[in-house]
């Protein structure tokens, strides 16, 4: 699967989370093969899914109501044993370098960016014209 391109347009809508979710478990297990019974091709692809699940969340989370409904883009992409998915939105623009939330006063919302650094290799993000674009990779 190398050089491999798959993209995904969603509504942006928690509805769809799933199929995000499932999708990203499905590049993850076409990338790892024979290795996703293996406690570490598992661990791979829990990863992956998880960080690619907060990501949507997050847009849908933000997503602005318009007369247009809202889409994101997932685009996943497999090169030299690494694992890469961009999330795409038209949110308005964000920090990826958010504080750590407190977590003595239990909130309900704010770890999501927390949890794509922890388990993701590489995390960047930027702005093209009016799109967020988050790049998350993940190494076999």
Known sequence: MNNSN????????RLFARVARQ???SVADL????????????????????AVSEAFT???THARESATPQVVKLTFFFEQRQLVVSVHDANDPFTI?????????YPENGF??????KVMDH??????????????????
Request: aromatic fraction near 6%; hydrophobic fraction near 35%.
């Open 23 to 25: 999708t990203a478990s």
């Open 31 to 50: 990338v790892i093969g024979d290795d996703r019974h293996e406690p570490a091709g598992r661990d791979f692809s829990h990863a992956f899914e998880l």
């Open 6 to 13: 798959i993209t995904l347009t969603l509504p942006a809508e």
């Open 97 to 105: 370098e958010t504080p750590v939330p407190d977590i003595e006063s």
């Open 123 to 140: 995390v960047t993000y930027r702005r093209e014209g009016n799109y967020n674009i988050i790049s998350m990779s993940k190494t076999l």
């Open 58 to 60: 997050n847009s849908v």
């Open 112 to 117: 999501g960016l927390l949890i794509i650094r």
